[in-house]
């Protein structure tokens, strides 16, 4: 598993390299989107490196435990899995809404890239916010 999570963040470092540095013929607005989307999947990545580093996704308690129902995320303590699951997904949610912005034929480029720019950062920022929660030793929802 290490070397394949390795692999796949090169991988996406690379992707994101790309998308940063070749001219593309995507809308600004999606451009923008798929890069929001990679940059905050490797900081996502990085919670994966912090669940590793500590030994286990819970923080104030030991793994198991009551969860919540299909995720199992913890409802007694902290778990570092929420903010990861958001933060890998967001390379595919960040660039799917950027691309239905850039189609709204009556908002301007400028306009569209602004919003994306705003969910990006909204994104960003909830995944942070549930990174802090989860270290905190805080669970998502407490049951």
Same mark, same amino acid.
């Given at each position: 598993m290490g070397s394949m999570v390795a692999n796949n963040t090169v991988f996406v470092?690379?992707?994101? @390299?790309? !998308?940063?540095?070749?001219r593309h013929e995507l809308a600004r607005p999606y451009l923008w989107g798929i890069r929001a989307?990679?940059?905050i999947f490797l900081a996502a990545s990085g919670i994966g490196g912090v669940m590793i580093a500590h030994g286990s996704h819970s923080v104030?308690?030991?793994?198991?435990g009551p969860g919540? =129902?299909?995720?199992?995320?913890?409802?007694?303590?902290?778990?570092?899995?929420?903010? *990861?699951f958001l933060?890998? *997904?967001? %390379?595919?949610?960040? =660039? @799917?809404?950027? !691309? %239905?912005?850039?189609?709204?034929?009556?908002?301007?480029?400028?306009?569209?890239?602004?919003?994306? !720019?705003a969910l990006s950062g909204a994104y960003a920022l909830v995944i942070a916010l549930l990174y !802090?929660?989860?270290?905190?030793?805080? =669970?998502?929802?407490?049951?």
């Open positions: 470092l690379v992707l994101l @390299i790309l !998308f940063w540095v070749r989307g990679l940059v104030g308690i030991k793994d198991g919540l =129902p299909i995720v199992n995320w913890s409802t007694k303590g902290g778990d570092l899995q929420v903010a *990861h933060g890998l *997904h967001a %390379l595919q949610v960040l =660039p @799917i809404i950027a !691309f %239905l912005i850039s189609r709204r034929r009556n908002w301007t480029s400028r306009r569209k890239t602004a919003y994306v !720019f !802090f929660q989860a270290i905190r030793g805080l =669970p998502l929802l407490r049951m």
